[in-house]
Structure formats: structure tokens, C-alpha cells
């Protein structure tokens, strides 16, 4: 079967990103997972990427390691603490926000759909929970598409428009962690906390815990990561 | 004086990139130089860029180390040979194009500008003698422009709007020349020679020299650097 086409799906090692991972296979693509090593302090994300990657049949897995420190500015690269039990999440822009984050791991899918001769990029990008982070949006992501469609060799030498799928764009936690449970996705594989130095690998208490937690809660399951009692 | 404002300026070392820099700091801008080693096989650039970031006063000058040759597919980074001599500059689409070159550029641009407080980036694209790039075109500037005004903080936050400069846009080899000669940009300190063994740093041959040293013919001036005889 040499059919199926090709995607580049932006995989985090986090629960989102490896449900659209399990979306995109479900869809047929064949698919090339990418990964940062951007210098964030919760490494355990790119080993949890590595065992999704291989568990949901991704056809290659390309691990970039990019320098986020040189530019600085946000607590998941600088010396920043993690803040914990806030009562605010969703509310202005959190300090976990990295600059232009995801417009680079955009672009990083972008050449590497060129090399793989790939048309679809999927992002795990959430505008309900992150509403904070405006590189989330649905309107972002439309102008990502817009720009890509005129950024490459392909765009000009394509037939095919180049696809930037969203799939959890309007999705809550919890009906991530549904779509999750009926494709098959393994949640104990994945990794969210943003501590990395939190006991048993998840703090139960940052921004990213709290809302998976509320997610599974919501969704009337029991999340299979351990955490501190 | 502290009421300048910041402008992100990127800085390959090459001749374009120099006259841009120029102009930034000719319309008033505190400039922040932003390089990249992206493991290209013309690293006397890197060392050309940091001598002209220190003599045209830019404020600061990040030289970023990104691994492109983890994506692959093109002359500048892949080993692929250069080419010399070709009668065919600027049809189709050259070997050395980077897949999303500029768009991954412009993207750690759109980032050290959010932490720098800059809302205007400037990059030396010329749409004229690389027509044969789909990412040195106005449109895709124009697209990149709008896609940028919705992906960071300062987006959300500032009433400014990000502007990306592009002034060469429309011009010539040879008005590029001029504007910089006028400007006082020393050419000697520049480099863009694409073969990273020429002799003396130059081949004369491939397509950045040869389109180099029209530049300085039409203009009726002679390029300070030396080449083969």
C-alpha cells in the first residue's frame, strides 16, 4: 500500500498532540512526527514523544533540537518557577506563554512537509483551555495557512493547497480525552506536567496538570499517570 | 537618547542584509542583529555579519545556532554541490533553495522582537533577482505580515502593529550597490560567496558572486573583494 498520503503531525509527548496523532492515523495518513528539544525543563515530554510515536505507527520521527534559550523570555525555557494551584487559569496571557512559539514549530513542519513531499501539518492546539495563548487561536492558525500557501517550492509547484489541520481547536479536555480513549491512545505513555523535577514525573498542581486532571474528571475517567497524594 | 525604537534586523553577513541594516539605522532605529547558524556550508557569512553588525552600531547581535541539516533537501546545508557558472540565474527554482528558509527566519525574528519590545522586523528579501524563491516575493512578506499580527502577545496587547520591512524589495543588483555606497556601507566587510572552500573567501562563480558582481558592473563601481583571476 504506497497510497496513504503523508502528513507531519507536531508531537509534544503531551496527551493533545498524541490525539491527533491517533486522528491523523485514523484519517489514513501515513505520518511524520516532529519534536523539539527546545530546551524546555520537562524533558520527560520527548521521551513520552518517542513512546507515542512508535505506539500510534508513525511512519518516522524527527527530534530537532532548537535553541529557544538565546531568545529567552518565558518560565518552559528561562529561569522562571512554574507556577502552581492558580486560580486564574484561562485568564490573560500565562507566563508559561513562549514567543512565537508555535509559529516556529509551524515553520519547522512546514520545511520538513517540503523534504517529505507532505501537504498536511497537524497541530494539537487548543483555543478553549489556552484561550491565554493567542498563537491558539482559530484565526492564527487561518493565516498560518495563508502564509504557508505562499512560503515554498511546493506551494508554487503543487497542485494541492497546503493543509494546516487543528482538530482539537474547539475541542474541552475532556472530549480530548474521549476521542483519546476510543482511538486506542495509551494516556499512562504521555507526559504534561511542566515541572521537571516533580515526584514520579507529574506535580499534580501546574497549569498543565490541573487542566488534564479536570479533563479526565470531566470526562468520567481516571487518568493513569501517578501523582504525589 | 532613549526614544528610539527597536527594530529586529536579519543579518546574513551577505551584501543585502548589510544595506538593510543600514537603512534601519538610517530611518532611526536601535537595531537588534539577528543571525543564524544553521549549519550552512558558507560560515565566513557568520564572521562577515558580526563585522558589519559591530561597524553599522547595531545594539545588540544574536547569532542563533538552528540545525537545518536535520530536515535537509537543499545545496546550502545538505552535500550537494554548489553551482557554478550557470547561464539560467533566476528561472525555476534554484538548488539552493531552503525549504521555508525565510519563514523559519522570520519566525525567531517575530520572537527576539517580542522579547526586545520591537515591532518592526526588517530581512533583506529582493524579489527581482530571486524571483526564482516563493519566499522572497511581496506577497508572501504581506502574508507573513498579517499572520504575524495574530500570533504573539504584543499582538494581542500593543496598539502598534508588527510591520515587516522588506526595502529591497523592488530594487536591482546595482541600486542595492548605490543605496549602500551612499549609506557607507563597506562591502569589503560583507560576504556571498555561496562555496565554502573559494580561495581568498570568493569563487566569483556560483550564483551569489555572479549576481554580486553585476550588481557592482551595472553600478559602475568595483567590488572591493578579491576573487580568482
Redesign the interface.
Known sequence: MNSEKTAVVLLSGGMDSAVVLAIARGAGFACEALSFDYGQRHRHELEAARRVAAALGAKGH?V?????R????SALTADIDVPKDRDDIGEG?PIT????????F???A???A??KGARDIFIGVNALDYSGY??C?P??IA??E???N????A???SEAALKIHSPLSEMRKADIVREGAELGVDFAMTHSCYDPDAEGGSCGRCDACVLRLKGFEEAGMTDPLPYPA
Request: glycine share 4%; charged share 20%.
Open positions: 524527527t530537532l533540537p532548537i535553541d529557544m538565546a531568545i529567552g523570555g496571557i506563554y513562549v514567543p512565537a512559539r508555535n509559529t516556529i509551524l515553520s519547522y512546514l520545511a520538513l517540503e523534504v493567542p498563537d487561536r484565526e492564527y493565516a498560518y495563508r502564509m504557508a505562499l512560503a515554498t517550492k506551494s508554487v509547484e
